[in-house]
Every structure is written in C-alpha cells, then in structure tokens.
C-alpha cells in the first residue's frame, strides 16, 4: 500500500470488501467511513425518512438511534430481554402505520433472536437493518449477525474488534441495495471517464484505500483476537461462577458471541452497589464500565415513542462491563 501510494483510492478497497463479504457470507460487501454513515446510508437506501418510525432498543450505543434521527425518522424504543437484547415478543405493540423499519442491535457482541425478528417484518412488511457494530465474528445458528436483515452495517473504529482506524462497512445480499450504496456515498457521481456530474444528492462516505489496507491486516489477525476474546470469556466464567451476586452473560446455545465485551449483571443489590463497585475497581486500576446512558432519556429522544422500558432501565443500574481486551 505505501508503495504504490494510492491513499484514497486504490485495490485494497476491493480487496477488503471481497474478503469480508467471503468471512461473513454475503454477495456483498461495501467499506465505508463509519459505523455511523453505514447506518445512514442503510437506512437511506431503504428509504426510511422524514417522519417514519423505526423499532429499536434504547440500550446502545448514540450511532444506531443516532442515525434514524439524522434523516428526521423517529426511533421507537422497544424494551429488552434479560440478555440485554431487545425483546422480540415486545415488537408488535410497537408498530404503528408509520413503521418502517426495525434496527436491532446484536449488543456486545451476543446476537439478537433473529428469526422472531424476521417473521415480525415480513408480517407487517417493514425491513431490517442490523447494527452489527459489535458483533464482527458472531453468529446465530451459525450464521453471521448482520445477514439476516435487508442490511447489516458494521464498525471498525478504534474500540471495536478489528479497526481500520475508523471505518464501517455495510453488509448486504440485494444487487440493487448494493449498488445503490456505492452510488450514494460516493456522491452519486455518475461513473464516466471524464464527465463530472451526479444525479442525487450524495454522501461522500467511501472508506479511503489507506483504512482499507489496514483492513486485511487486521483480517489476518482476526482468527487470533476470537480466540483470545472467548478465552478471556472461559477464564471470567470460571472465575465468576460460584458468586451468588453476579450473572456473567453467556452466549446462548444456538449462538456464537465473538465477546466484544464481557457483561454481569449485579444480583439483588441496591443501585448504589453498581457505582460502589466500578468506583473501587477504578482505584485498583481495574477498568469496569457502566452501560451508555439510555438513548430515551437523552435530549433529543426524550420525546420519541416508547413502550415501557421496565427491564432496560432496571439493568442499567445492574450492568458492569468488565476489562475485555484481546490482549489482556
Ligand atoms: C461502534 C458502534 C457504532 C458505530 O460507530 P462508529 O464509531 O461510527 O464506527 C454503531 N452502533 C453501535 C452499537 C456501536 O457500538
């Protein structure tokens, strides 16, 4: 790469994209700037916007919601499950006749019920777009999460599990979908040798060639970082499992988790117990982590539709996340 000095444009694109799409089984694969424009565009290309609703859970990270706001839709926030998953039972209450969409996000890596999912949109008509930001690596009945919907879009920024300094990329079987993709985040410039002219308004959202070389190292290295990462998962159960006042989240028994992060949720203690604890592990230098604060109770989204949030906002206070790094 730093040969031929392609920077921007160049092969490695198209070479990071053919081996992803080969690792995670789709026909195609298209590398952009962030899992955040990845959102966007999915959503755009599906033609969610102005006023629509989109079902998703209010336990993520800002992007997933985030993105169904920057194109004037509203999320719709749906409770979660006691695998911090949105509940699928839960959907159906939600959907009104502005539903378009739903956007389940496999968090922390542990995959999402995916096939209650996909008969609940093919009922009412509505697509799937899967934030899969988190969850390179894991599968639900050994499929990869981010295939199941219309659109899977995942993340390769610096905290996730393989980076290409900052990039996404969107995951997808539809020809048109596809093209479609490239089209609009490259401009829609209309391709031509020398003629300049677009026919949209257009992203400029591709992933540069340089993050893309990063790519297909950390590709190399994948196999290495899963191993490592389920490794730590054996070594946390092990060491946690005879606590009565702590669940570690465990991958269920038709899903691989790639580990992203380990999970436990607190037994019954007081709320104060889930501060007190990452505040003391904090001085041992011992970095655990709470959960994102809750995207319906942030400015922007306070006013969007929600059912109740009974099991969310009872996790929030319970959740740690704890030190996950491959190399740890
Ligand atoms: C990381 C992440 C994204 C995308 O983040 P970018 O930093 O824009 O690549 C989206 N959704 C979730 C749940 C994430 O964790």
Redesign the pocket.
């Known amino acids: 790469m730093l040969s031929h000095g392609q920077f921007v444009f160049g092969p490695e694109v198209a070479e990071f994209e053919k081996e992803f799409a080969a690792f995670c089984g789709t026909r195609f694969a298209i590398g952009l700037n962030?899992?955040?424009?990845a959102?966007v565009l999915a959503l755009r290309a599906l033609g969610i916007g102005h006023g629509d609703e989109v079902i998703t859970p209010p336990n993520?990270?800002i992007?997933?919601s985030g993105a169904i706001g920057l194109l004037g839709a509203s999320p719709v926030f749906v409770d979660v499950g006691d695998d911090y998953n949105i509940d699928p039972t839960l959907i159906e209450n939600a959907i009104t006749p502005k539903t378009k969409a739903i956007m389940p996000?496999h968090i922390y890596g542990q995959p999402v019920d995916m096939e209650k999912l996909l008969s609940i949109a093919s009922e009412y008509k509505l697509t799937i777009t899967e934030?899969a930001?988190?969850s390179l690596g894991s599968f639900l009945n050994y499929k990869h999460t981010g295939t199941f919907g219309e659109i899977g879009c995942l993340?390769f920024?610096g905290n996730?599990i393989i980076t290409t300094g900052g990039g996404?990329a969107i995951l997808t079987n539809a020809d048109t979908l596809a093209e479609q993709i490239r089209h609009m985040s490259t401009t829609a410039k209309i391709a031509h040798p020398w003629e300049l002219s677009h026919d949209e308004i257009g992203y400029n959202y591709r992933m540069p060639n340089i993050n893309a070389a990063l790519g297909c190292a950390q590709l190399e290295l994948f196999p290495k970082l899963i191993e490592n990462k389920r490794n730590l998962h054996m070594k946390y159960k092990k060491e946690l499992e005879g606590i009565p006042w702590l669940r570690l989240i465990s991958e269920k028994k038709e899903s691989i988790s790639n580990y992203w992060l380990n999970t436990i949720i607190l037994g019954n203690n007081e709320d104060s117990f889930q501060k007190k604890l990452i505040e003391t592990c904090h001085k041992e230098k011992i970095f655990l982590r709470p959960s994102w604060k809750p995207l319906h109770l942030l400015p922007m989204f306070q006013s969007c539709p929600k059912s109740e949030l009974n099991t969310a906002s009872f996790l929030q206070n319970k959740i740690v996340n704890l030190p996950s790094s491959a190399f740890l």
């Open positions: 962030s899992g955040l424009d959102l993520s990270y992007a997933s996000v934030d930001s988190e993340s920024n996730k996404g």
